[in-house]
Structures are given as C-alpha cells and as structure tokens.
C-alpha cells in the first residue's frame, strides 16, 4: 500500500489572496505533493491549505510553505476572529494510507525541529504529538492567543516551547505542530422534524457520555428536518457504517426512521474498504481489488 | 469522470510462455495502456490477458495483441480443450467508468473492422454488439470450432461474418469482437453445511427463474460450507449489496445466517460507490470524495 500523508495547515491571513497563492504555490513546486484544496475567510483572517502525498515530501512541502507565510504575515498588524497564535498558526498531520500516527508524530517532531532551528520560531507540539498532557488540546495550547503568550512565553515555565527559543518570532509569533487521525464528518438526517430525537441520539453515542468510541456528534435541525451530526475522530474504532446501524437501532427504539446520510469532504479509501468489510461480511476485501487503484501503481 | 475501458482479449495459446508474453508486450508498449493481468492454462491450450486503460488506446492495444497473435499462432497445430475458432479467439470490450456500452459497441465494430481490412481475417460480432439474433451468445458463435467453422464459413450464409472475407485465415482463422458489462463475481457463505439451502436460494434469487436482474447464481460446497456464488452481469441493476441482502432475507426465512461473503476478483470503484449510496442511503456520496482518487486526476 502507497504510503500517505494529508497536512492541513492554518494560516493568519484571510484577505490578501496573493499572499494565500504564494503560500499554497510553495507547496506545488514540490514533487510528489498534491495541494487538494485552498479555503480562507475573510472574517476569520485565515486560510487552511490540504496537502497529500508520501510523508517526506509533505514534510518539506509544510515547511516551504511556513516559510513563505513568515515572509509575507505580521502577527502585529493581524486581526481576526478565530484564535490564533502566528503567522502559520497549526500544522496538523494525518496519517491516510499505510503510514501510522507515530509516523505522523516523527514527522511533527521533525518540522518543529526545522522551523525552531531555521526560522527561530518557538514551536508547541500538541494531539498525538504532544510532550506534556496539558498540550494535547489545542485550545489549551493557544490560551491568551498570540497577545497572551507574547507576555508569557518567556516568563512561565508552563508556556516554554517544545522547540525554539523562548520568545516570540518578532512577525510570525509561535506555531503549533501535531498529529491526529483522520476525521471524518458524517450526518444522518431523520425522518422527523422533531430534533429532540437527534439531540437524543446524539447525546446516546457520543463518546463523551459513554457512547461510540472516536464519535462527536450533536442534534441539529437542518432544512425542516432532525440531524444527527458527527465527527468520526477515528474511524479504525468506529466508522460511518457502525456510526449509521447504531443511529438506525436507537431511531427504532423512538418509532422513527432514517431518510439519508450523508459523508461530508473527503474521505479516506480505508474507511470505505472497512465499511464493506463490515457491512458485508467480506473480510477478505482488499483495496488491491478496485480496478482504478490498480491503474495507477 | 475518466474514461475507462477493460479489454480481455482470449489467445489459442497456453503452452508457449514466450508467445504468451509476446503478445502482452504489444498491450505494454502503448501508452495510457495498463496490463492489470496475464493467465494461461496448459489443458485449454488458452491464456488471456487484461488490459484497461482510455477507450482510443485500449482499441490500439488490442490490435496490435492480436497482430502478434496472428504472427505467432497456427490454428492447423491447435489442440486445447477450450471451444476456439481463432488464434485470437474473443475479445470483449467492457464499460468500466465513464463510458457507455454503446461506446464499447463502437469500439468493437472500429476493431472488427480493421483487423478484418488489414489481416484478413473474419469477424463476428456478439453479445451487446452483435448484429443478428444468433449471434448474441457466444457459443452460438463458435458452433463447430474452428474445424467446423472452416467448412462451414464459405457456404453457410448463416455463418457469413459480420467483416472481412468469407473464408478463414489461413492460420489465425476467425475472431469474435463484441461487447458486454462489467462481471462481478460475488460469493455469500451460509452459516449451514446444508448445500440444498445454497441451492435453493440461489434458484429463487437468479434471472433466469424470475428472480434478481443480471443475477446468475449456483449454490456450492466450499470447504464445508454452503455457498451462493453468484455472477452480477450487470451491477447498475444488481449490485453487489442488493443481492447480500437478499440472500439475507431468504436465508433468514430458512432459519440460517451469513457466515461471510467474498467480492471475487477485481470490482470498479462504481460498483463500491453504488453500494455505499444505497445501504447508508447517501445518494450524495461521489467518487470524487475518495482521496485517493483526488490524487491522480
């Protein structure tokens, strides 16, 4: 199997879409990397890249592209609405194919390591990657944002990057690296307008209270009609198609059906192959087996 | 959506490998040409070989596999056990994603047509290509083999090919181009080692005794188990999932289980997205979402 990487970069700019090409472009020039999507917000001041490919050329597309942000964003002239606390602002990498989280881990430890030593920026490791339990929660790590921790980073002990130097990079700030699974975002809409329903089941198979492990989910009325939605943290525990029977069985215990469902953004071959494993009893199934993957090995 | 065509050209050749391989290289040396697969068998004296790729170069590739078969093949030495009337005995041009039937009955005329303008040799067109009733099965096709055939072809206005000349070729003999749907070949095991329950399940799900659409089934013995093993002939009436379910249903009737089921060979990614769309009732879900296909487009 083809090893994969997907990286999800945020950066602190929103508005000036010369400044997002240059960044996404720093990416392109890089062999063996795919840039699958571009979005930004203006109210948000922010934009996020998704890179693929095989996880050393993701590593060296990240970092060219944390370059170029360094050059072009100051985080003293930056406003918006979403938390942040640099110029790149998290570096997220998630395992797709044939690659593991530790893998992605190495990569995390690998970047902050570059972008301390090369661009003297102080890096925070958190997820999968995180060095200390109260850097696992991203919110956690950008607590105060980049005004706050610009007081405290060389003061607190308790805000000491995991890479770099203990003070902010005078226009890019600090940055945040990590791994995580792939999520994926996955809804089931009801036959009822009735969204206590949703809100019902949602509340059963979360697995904050107990429920399906890896799943968030929340009720929600959407176009007239109940919606359970979910976030799948990590499908290897629980995937779209368990995620859909147990929605199913506890819809039956409260007399009601489900109308549709609906895979949202992209998603991973495993998942799918895992579904139909499943689903259909078929343990033997192989993703080798789809004629169109085949084609291009 | 890309464009895909398989072609499984059958050769009157399963002795000699370096013939064999000959004849595959002339697939391998067109460009946008994927040889997914060669088998033989010494007893039918027979070998096949798949290839996929764009219908224009598909079409190349199989003229010139069959301009090698020619060179290499002498049906006057031909013993096999396999029904045959050519040194390139059939070959059926298959709609994998984006391409209609009727672009592969196009594709089989265009071949037809220059195989028998440029070797001389006789062509019959069959199933969803062929032009006359009798000529829609296969078999019907090779009445008499190429023994029978060649006393046959110059008198018998009924065995008239649909191109090139009324006479066979002085060592390739006739060829039969056509036509038809992907096959999925799909396997249930019953939780019973009561054969007669996987036969009589099989016997109420097949086409042909008003059952599923584009459903042949048989039911077996395998390894102490009871099996429905099925041929899908046409996935966009049948799919693999309509069909487990239901086996499940009458199975369920008979007091007996799923013990697994088996997707036999290779499936197009179309068939996989049907039965995802269907069974998590997603009708939105695209191919396009699969990651792994983003990445070669």
Chains 1, 2 share one sequence.
């Not at 090409?21 to 930004?40: F, P, Q, Y």
């Not at 095989?54 to 944390?66: H, Q, S």
């Not at 690998?110 to 200390?132: G, N």
Request: charged letters at 30%; hydrophobic letters at 40%.
């Amino acid at each position: 199997m083809q090893k994969l990487v997907e990286c999800v970069p945020n950066f602190s700019e929103g508005r000036r879409i010369s400044v997002i090409k240059k960044i996404a472009n720093s990416a392109k020039k890089i062999s063996g990397v795919r840039v699958l999507d571009v979005e930004w917000d203006k109210s948000h001041n922010r934009s996020l890249v998704t890179i693929v490919g095989a996880p050393e050329p993701v590593l060296k597309a990240a970092y060219e592209m944390i370059k170029t942000a360094t050059e072009f964003i100051d985080m003293r002239q930056h406003k918006g609405e979403h938390p942040r606390i640099g110029a790149t602002d998290v570096v997220p990498f998630v395992p797709v194919s044939g690659v593991t989280l530790d893998e992605c881990v190495l990569l995390s430890n690998k970047l902050a390591q570059k972008v301390a030593k090369e661009l003297k920026i102080p890096v925070y490791l958190y997820e999968a990657a995180a060095k200390r339990s109260d850097r696992v929660n991203l919110a956690d790590v950008r607590r105060g944002e980049y005004e706050g921790l610009s007081k405290e980073i060389g003061t607190n002990p308790d805000r000491k990057p995991d890479y770099g130097p203990s003070k902010m990079h005078p226009t890019a700030g600090a940055m945040v690296v990590g791994a995580r699974k792939y999520l994926i975002a996955y809804n089931v809409n009801l036959d009822t307008k009735d969204v206590g329903i949703a809100k019902k089941i949602a509340s059963k198979i979360r697995e904050k209270s107990g429920g399906l492990s890896g799943v968030k989910a929340l009720g929600f009325e959407v176009g007239g009609f109940a919606q359970v939605s979910m976030n799948l943290v990590d499908f290897e525990k629980t995937n779209f198609d368990q995620a859909y029977r147990t929605i199913e069985k506890e819809a039956k215990k409260l007399k009601v059906g489900i109308k549709s469902s609906e895979i949202y953004g992209m998603i991973p071959l495993e998942a799918i192959v895992r579904a139909i494993k499943t689903t259909f009893m078929a343990e033997k199934f192989n993703p080798d087996q789809l004629l169109e993957k085949r084609l291009y090995e």
